[in-house]
């Protein structure tokens, strides 16, 4: 019999916060009465976090511990784990407790009272400069709706849960293919946990391939964005052109040879040019791996 929630938990390098969880676990599941599986997907653990998952013990809950053959990202790893979920209604936790692990009841509650997609975000929360320009663009060009603080957790159910089985996509953030679904949702706010053990391994240069990714695989801003710098630069040039043009046959300016000024219209021309290809790169690059059709991960072994 399929349990009523699977807790999916993608894990890298965390043996330091193994046992903490277990305990949590063992605490909360105690006091609920639905029943539960924990999915543990390790990402490519190069320390003991796998060891650490076997020999723990968790009550009241069936655990599966996905082993992948390497580190496939943090989003590959949660696609990982719905995909050998067994339960219909699934809650994404993090290793390092986010928020209480009490809010699983939360979530599971939203799900049976009808929202397909529950999220929790951040109380009282403001990002940093940087967070709060990305989450001003996520809802301009990608995701109107997007929680402009982030979130914390999130959770689902069985129509999102075929859904994202069915298309599963490389180079993608997940939680941008989950709210893209466009089934109901529903959201709570909680307090935000700082991480007790461990370190947090979402560095800058994860944050920029993220960020790189939610714009090629879901807006068509950038190329947009190109055709109007285009559309401008034209324009200027044409404006510029009939300038002097007219002052020249007007004899209103004199004019002498400059090359400062021809160098800094080349540079920025193929500065422009340059970064125009860049963004048309990126989309070619990912039109390639769709093309090859490679998986999004490798298990290794399911303990």
Known sequence: ???????????????SVVNALASAFNVF?????????????????TDSTVDALSSCKIDKADVKIVKLSRNFGAHAAIRAGVFHADADHIVVYSMDMPEPIEDIAIFYQKLKEGSEIVYSERLGYRGSLGSRIFATLVNKYILPNYPANGLIGVAFGPKAKRELNTNVENNSSFFFHLFQ?????????????ERSAGSSKWTFNKKL???IDCFVMFSFAPLRLISAIGFLLAAFGFLYALGILIAKVFNLLQFSAGYPTL???????????????GIISEYLVRTLEASRNRPTFIVDEIL
């Open 263 to 277: 160098i800094s219209v080349v540079l920025i021309g193929f500065g422009i040019t340059l970064l125009s290809l």
């Open 181 to 193: 679904l466009g089934f109901s949702r529903a959201s709570f706010e909680v307090e935000y946990q």
């Open 29 to 45: 599941l105690a006091s609920v009465e639905f029943s539960a599986q924990i999915v543990f997907v390790d990402d490519g653990s």
């Open 1 to 15: 019999m399929s349990p009523d929630i699977s807790i999916v938990i993608p894990a890298h390098n965390e043996e």
């Open 209 to 211: 391939k993220l960020l």
